[in-house]
């Protein structure tokens, strides 16, 4: 497998549909639907592709601000 964009889905057999959250040589890191985040060796492991990485950039969720106590 090579190295995958952030954003795309994949299909693996035992953890199901996930997204890529990062990749690089050696590890990629998949978020996914039903079993939370996974990290992988990049070189070793197999998925299948299913869907390509948003156009723009991927949108990421804001946190909270914390509130400054007086």
Same mark, same amino acid.
């Given at each position: 497998?090579? +190295?995958?964009s @952030?954003? *795309? /889905?994949?299909?693996?057999? *035992?953890? %199901? =549909? %996930?997204? #890529?959250? @990062?990749?690089?040589? @050696? !590890?990629? /890191? +998949? ?5 939370? #985040?996974?990290?992988? +060796?990049?070189? =070793?492991?197999?998925a299948?592709? =299913? %869907? @390509?990485? $948003?156009?723009?950039? $991927?949108?990421? !969720?804001?946190?909270? !601000? ?5």
């Open positions: 497998m090579n +190295i995958l @952030e954003g *795309q /889905t994949i299909r693996h057999d *035992q953890y %199901g =549909i %996930g997204r #890529v959250t @990062e990749s690089n040589v @050696e !590890r990629t /890191t +998949i978020d996914f639907d039903d079993h939370g #985040v996974k990290k992988f +060796i990049t070189s =070793i492991w197999s299948e592709l =299913i %869907g @390509e990485a $948003p156009a723009g950039r $991927p949108m990421r !969720r804001r946190g909270r !601000r914390k509130i400054a106590k007086k």
